[in-house]
C-alpha cells in the first residue's frame, strides 16, 4: 500500500487541528455520530443510518476501496468525510466530484474550508494526477456549503435547474469547479 502524507491546518481561533486521513473501520463510532444526524443527511443523498452494522458495511465495502475517502479529523478524530470521485466515463475521466460530510456540532468553525482546501491541493499535487477538474454540484438552498466552497478557491458556475432528484423532489442545484491551474491565493 501507497504511504500517505498526512496534510494539517489549525482551525480559525485554535480550536483545534485539522487533518484529513484514510477512514478506517475502526472509526465507525465517529461515523454514526454525523450519519445518524437527520441536519447532517439532510443535503445527501442518504438517510441517516440506524444501523452501526450497515455502517460497517458501508465503510468496509464503499469508503475502504474508494481511492480518495478521506475522515475529516480534528485533533485526530474523525468529525466528518470528504471524497473526490472520478467520473466513469473516459471522455469525462479528467473531472471528479467532490463530496463532503461534517458533523452539525462543528459546523460554522472553519473546518469543511479548511478540509476540501487540503484535499483540492492533496488532489491536485499528485494524489489523483488524472484530475484536472474537481466539480462540487450543491443544492441551491444548502447556503452553508457554498459559502464553504466560495472560500476553498471553488468557481462557481452557475444554477442548473431541475438537476437531481434528492429525496423524492427534483431540486435545482450550483455548480462549482476548482482546476489543477487555479492559483491558491
Known sequence: ?????????????????ISLRPMQLSDVDD???????????????????????????????????????????????????????????????????????LGSGYWGRGIATEAVKMAAAEVFGGARPELERVEAVVDVENEASQRVLEKAGFRREGVMRKYFALKGRTRDAVMFSRLSTDDDS
Open 1 to 17: 500500500m501507497e504511504e500517505q502524507k498526512q496534510q494539517t491546518a489549525h482551525t480559525s481561533g485554535g480550536a483545534g487541528v
Open 31 to 101: 461515523f454514526m455520530v454525523w450519519a445518524t444526524d437527520p441536519d447532517v443527511a439532510r443535503f445527501c443523498t442518504w438517510e441517516p443510518y440506524t444501523s452501526r452494522d450497515d455502517a460497517l458495511a458501508y465503510i468496509a465495502g464503499t469508503i475502504l476501496p474508494h481511492p480518495y475517502y478521506r475522515a475529516i479529523c480534528l485533533d485526530g478524530r474523525p468529525v466528518g468525510s470528504l471524497s473526490v470521485t472520478q467520473n466513469e466515463a473516459a471522455s469525462d475521466a479528467c473531472r471528479g466530484e467532490l463530496g463532503y460530510v
